[in-house]
């Protein structure tokens, strides 16, 4: 078979999640992936948004 065997680069399959209006964690969170996003860091863009998801709200 062909040679597949180059490492593929994981990306968040899910679309990202929107901070909550009015949540500063949220909006913190938000904040640090939008910088994660401008340097490239892709494991922080996808911390952030684990967290944004996994955030509670009432
Ligand atoms: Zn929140």
Redesign the pocket.
Known sequence: MSGMGSPVHLREPLPEPV??EG?????A?AEQRARAHAAGDWSKVTDCNVE?RR???P
């Open positions: 901070p909550a949540c500063d964690v949220c909006g969170l944004l955030h509670p709200h």
